[in-house]
């Protein structure tokens, strides 16, 4: 039962539907010229500080780490015989959010920071994971399979039961706060594919974002909220986009021949971190929407899962 619990959470991270196990995601043949694995620059201008989930060996259960990016000093939050996935910081970088199986399913924890002990703040007999703290610190935003397919629900910070917030003959997933704590991105297949949708708070207000036949997945909305990040596989691989509320238009951010996925924004905005699975290597990358450049965060550990960069 284990390794079915595990392919849940593979495919709420790849959002491919027709695919209910299949090896780490982004673990892609070596297919083709690796000329995109230049060597990348060291990311020296970061600020704030970097969460993840990773395995440092192939053997190794998923942890968690946090990387201050002023000095690059990482340290280690979890080491358990048990893993520990989708880390999401609060704004001021002093609570981390995250999904443990430590109970046998995915349940949610939060720790305060640097060495908090984990305090569990829901747990059902299915699979809680996704979560994401609000920006005013207020509530949580997560993704459960209680009812069989999965729904997108909230709870207080001092809450112990959760508002539903979708109740779809459908999969909705990867919630994804807006910068006023006001509405929330979301991933849905309610159309028959995965596309992005947005609905307020409570539910309300749903409207549907992209509209295509590809796989669009993993939204993270922008600091000033006029841009939303996502991945979407539109040829061998998954890509990472950016939707612009002005303009209504997409743009490509990267075209790797490998799989990219876990996008998270910097503070201020001005970059995008995220995971390239490539060649049998994992990296953690940054890019600057603004110049298309790119830079290497980490490269370290045998897979990374999951992003969240906060102040």
């Not at 984990?118 to 979560?131: G, Y």
């Not at 997409?250 to 390239?276: K, N, Q, R």
Request: glycine share 6%; charged share 25%.
């Amino acid at each position: 039962m284990r390794k079915h619990k595990h392919a849940h959470w593979f495919f709420t991270l790849c959002l491919i539907a027709s695919i209910i196990l299949m090896p780490a995601c982004g673990q892609e043949s070596q297919d083709g010229a690796s000329s995109d694995l230049e060597a990348f620059k060291p990311f020296e201008q970061g600020r704030g500080k970097l969460a993840f989930s990773a395995q440092e060996s192939s053997d190794a259960m998923y942890d968690l780490f946090l990387i201050h990016l002023q000095d690059g000093e990482l340290f280690r939050i979890t080491k358990n015989t048990y893993a520990d996935i989708a880390p999401s910081l609060a704004k001021d970088g002093l609570t981390i959010t995250f999904s443990s199986d430590k109970r046998g399913d995915y349940d949610l924890y939060t720790a305060a920071l640097p060495d908090g002990s984990p305090e569990l703040v829901f747990m059902s007999s299915a699979q809680e994971t996704e979560a994401r703290i609000s920006p005013d610190g207020m509530r949580i935003v997560f993704q459960s399979n209680i009812y069989g397919d999965y729904d997108i629900y909230t709870i207080g910070m001092n809450e112990d039961k959760p508002q539903r917030l979708t109740e779809e003959d459908s999969q909705e997933t990867q919630p994804s706060w807006s910068p006023h704590s006001e509405q929330i991105a979301y991933v849905s297949d309610r159309d028959g594919d995965f596309e992005i949708y947005l609905m307020n708070a409570d539910g309300s207000g749903v409207v549907q974002l992209t509209k295509n036949d590809y796989y669009d997945a993993a939204p993270a909305w922008s600091p000033d909220g006029k841009h939303i990040a996502f991945i979407s596989k539109r040829g061998a691989h998954f890509q990472l986009y950016l939707y612009d509320f002005e303009s209504e238009q997409e743009s490509t951010l990267t075209d790797f021949t490998g799989t990219v996925h876990s996008p998270a924004w910097s503070p201020d905005g001005s970059y995008l971190a995220f995971i390239l699975d490539q060649d049998g290597i994992s990296r953690i990358l940054v890019t600057e929407p603004s110049s298309g450049e790119f830079f290497l965060v980490h490269e370290a550990f045998e897979k990374y899962a999951g992003l969240s960069w906060s102040e």
